[in-house]
C-alpha cells in the first residue's frame, strides 16, 4: 500500500483519479492524493468539501482477491484504521456511526466512500476514498455542515501535519489489510464494535423507503447492520442510515 503515491495540487475528486488509473492498470496499492478537490464526492450523491490544504484527501486503488459480497467488509476495516490512527496518534476518542462515519464529540471528522468495479462475481478494483478534516477552524467550515462536522484542529486546539497523518495511515491500513487477508474479518469486527457509536441503544433508522426506531445490536459478518424491531424481530440492513441528529 502506498508504493505509487499520485498527488495532485488540485483536481475535481481523487476517485475520479483513482478510477481512472485503475481502469488504465494501476497497481494495487496506488494511493491517490490532493491538497484540493474542487467537486469533492460523498456518499448519496452528496458533496465533500475539500479546501485546499486544510485536510486529507486521499483514495486507495485495491484489488483484493475476495468476492464482491465481501465488499463492504473493507469499508469497515477502513473505519477501524482510521479510528486507531486518532485515537493512539491525535489522543482523541473516536466514535464509527455504521457503516463508516468517524465522530468525535458527536461531529462528524471523517467520511469514507467505497467505489467498486466488479464484474459478476469477479472484483475488478475497489476505491476508498478518505476525506479527513484535520486544520479548518470552526470558520473554515462551510454554515451547512458546521454544526454536525468538526475537524482535528478544532477539537485538539493545535495544528496537524497532513503528511504525517497520511504516513500513519498508510501503515496502519498495510498492517490491517494483510491480517484480514489472513484471519478474515472477525478481529475487523471487533475492532469496529468497540468503536461503535450507539451499540445497544435504540436509535432511527432511515431507508429509502421509511424511517423508524430499533435497537443497534452490531455488524453481522459481512458488515450489515444487525438491528432488533420494537416488536422483537431481528434483521439485517446493507442500505440504511443512522439518523444521528436527533432527539
Ligand atoms: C461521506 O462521508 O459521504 C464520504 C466522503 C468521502 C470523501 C473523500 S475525500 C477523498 C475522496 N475523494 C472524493 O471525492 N471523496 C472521497
Known amino acids: 500500500i502506498g508504493k505509487s503515491i499520485i498527488h495532485k495540487e488540485s483536481t475535481t475528486s481523487t476517485q475520479h483519479i483513482a478510477h481512472d488509473e485503475a481502469r488504465n492498470g494501476a497497481a494495487h496499492g496506488t494511493i491517490i492524493i490532493a491538497d484540493e478537490q474542487t467537486n469533492g464526492k460523498g456518499r448519496m450523491n452528496r458533496s465533500w468539501f475539500s479546501t485546499k490544504g486544510k485536510g486529507m484527501w486521499l483514495s486507495i486503488i485495491l484489488r483484493p482477491k475476495i468476492s464482491p459480497l465481501q465488499?463492504?467488509?473493507?469499508?469497515?476495516?477502513?473505519?477501524?484504521?482510521?479510528?486507531?490512527?486518532?485515537?493512539?496518534?491525535?489522543?482523541?476518542?473516536?466514535?464509527?456511526?455504521?457503516?463508516?462515519?468517524?465522530?468525535?464529540?458527536?461531529?462528524?471528522?471523517?467520511?469514507?466512500?467505497?467505489?467498486?468495479?466488479?464484474e459478476q462475481d469477479i472484483i475488478n478494483y475497489i476505491v476508498i476514498g478518505i476525506g479527513l478534516n484535520v486544520n479548518q477552524s470552526k470558520d473554515d467550515l462551510p454554515e451547512e455542515i458546521s454544526?454536525?462536522?468538526?475537524?482535528?484542529?478544532?477539537e485538539t486546539e493545535k495544528e496537524h501535519s497532513i503528511k504525517a497523518l497520511i504516513q500513519e495511515i498508510l501503515t496502519t491500513f498495510e498492517k490491517s489489510y494483510d491480517q484480514y487477508i489472513k484471519n478474515g474479518f472477525p478481529e475487523i469486527k471487533q475492532k469496529w464494535e468497540s468503536y461503535g457509536f450507539k451499540i445497544g441503544e435504540e436509535i432511527t433508522i432511515k431507508t429509502l423507503k421509511d424511517h423508524f426506531r430499533a435497537i443497534f445490536l452490531g455488524i453481522e459478518e459481512d458488515g450489515a447492520l444487525r438491528i432488533k424491531r420494537m416488536d422483537g424481530s431481528i434483521e439485517k440492513l446493507y442500505s440504511a442510515e443512522i439518523d444521528w441528529f436527533e432527539k
Open 71 to 118: 465488499a463492504p467488509q473493507l469499508t469497515l476495516l477502513t473505519a477501524t484504521v482510521l479510528a486507531d490512527v486518532l485515537h493512539s496518534y491525535c489522543n482523541v476518542q473516536p466514535l464509527i456511526k455504521w457503516p463508516n462515519d468517524i465522530l468525535l464529540h458527536d461531529k462528524k471528522i471523517v467520511g469514507i466512500l467505497t467505489e467498486m468495479q466488479a
Open 147 to 154: 454544526h454536525r462536522a468538526t475537524s482535528l484542529l478544532i
